[in-house]
């Protein structure tokens, strides 16, 4: 089983300086592989952005809009709704086979892996799940958004046309919820939960 990436202790959020990010973050080899393809693909294509950090690379899970005031509420229904739906999920293999850029209106556009349209149902399953256990705390009529998974590799003033890469692909076998310093580049772990065997 490979090792997941080791976060950073926490100090408790205090929001605007950080924002909380759910995510499927990479085993320590994908991870370098990942950053030796997202450097590889700055030279190629003359690309100035920087890369993320090794432990920062993951797939982020989107989180409804919670109570945030204190915002330990808003932590602690995350915590409830991650620590039941981990109880139902098995690990699941996450595969991405092309690179592109996203577009918004910044001029400044992240550079991302993704994967074929409709692959990736493992965790396209746990975005659904994690959306229906977050039905039960606040009220919303809507279903779960649409939710492309990706892999955000660096922020680039330059834009890519998506193209083919060679696959890259690990195990999920946990979710981790982080506090991101604003700004800073700096993840403070506040949970993990290891999927069911």
């Known amino acids: 089983m490979n090792k997941q990436l080791a976060l950073f202790e926490i100090p408790q959020p205090h929001l605007p300086k950080y924002s909380l990010v759910l995510a499927a973050f990479l085993d320590h080899d994908t991870g370098k592989q990942v950053y030796r393809l997202g450097n590889s693909l700055c030279e190629m294509y003359e690309l100035c952005g920087r890369m993320r950090p090794i432990s920062h690379l993951h797939v982020s899970l989107p989180l409804p809009r919670l109570p945030g005031n204190p915002p330990e509420i808003a932590v602690e229904i995350i915590r409830r709704v991650c620590k039941a739906v981990a109880t139902v999920t098995c690990p699941f293999e996450i595969k991405f086979d092309r690179v592109m850029s996203f577009q918004r209106g910044s001029g400044n556009y992240p550079l991302v892996l993704v994967g074929d349209d409709h692959g ?41 046309d998506p193209r083919g890469i060679k696959p890259v692909s690990w195990t999920v076998r946990e979710i981790v919820l982080v506090a991101s310093e604003v700004g800073a580049t700096k993840y403070h772990g506040l949970g993990r939960w290891a999927f069911c065997a």
């Open 120 to 160: 990736n149902d493992g965790v396209r399953n746990l975005h659904r799940l994690l959306w229906a256990e977050f039905a039960k705390y606040i009220s919303t009529n809507s279903p779960a958004p649409g939710f492309v998974p990706h892999l955000t590799l660096l922020y680039d003033k330059q834009q890519l």
